[in-house]
């Protein structure tokens, strides 16, 4: 069974950091691109950061580059996202998605980031 578990969130205030983890589970890990999203009340579910299978290729949505980086363990199935120069704007609940074929149907229940002061 395919299952993402995000943790990390919480309440910080603007300028702050966080680091977000993806813990997956039931495929092969390494095999597969993953991805950060986010979702503020009322909005969209917007495309945050892409990572290769490797971790080699990264990309970031223009809204975060030079201040998030996304990395990956594969030894621990485990997926990152450290939040640096946090904004109001930030304020949102992140998932992580698989990026591969009918893996990108499953959600995990997300992380809650609120930035404010």
């Known amino acids: 069974q395919v299952q993402f578990v995000e943790s990390g969130g919480g309440l910080v205030q603007p300028g702050g950091s966080l680091r977000l983890s993806c813990a997956a589970s039931?495929?092969?890990?390494?095999?597969?691109?993953m991805s950060w999203y986010r979702q503020a009340p009322g909005n969209e579910r917007e495309l945050v950061a892409d990572?290769?299978?490797?971790?080699?290729?990264?990309k970031y949505a223009d809204f975060v580059k030079g201040r998030f980086t996304i990395s990956r363990d594969n030894a621990k199935n485990t997926m990152y996202l450290q939040m640096n120069g946090l904004k109001p704007e930030d304020t949102a609940v992140y998932y992580c998605?698989?990026?591969?074929?009918?893996?990108?149907?499953?959600w995990g229940q997300g992380t809650q980031v609120t930035v404010s002061s």
């Open positions: 998605r698989a990026n591969g074929g009918g893996l990108r149907k499953y």
């Open positions: 039931g495929f092969t890990f390494s095999n597969y691109p």
């Open positions: 990572i290769s299978s490797a971790g080699g290729f990264k």
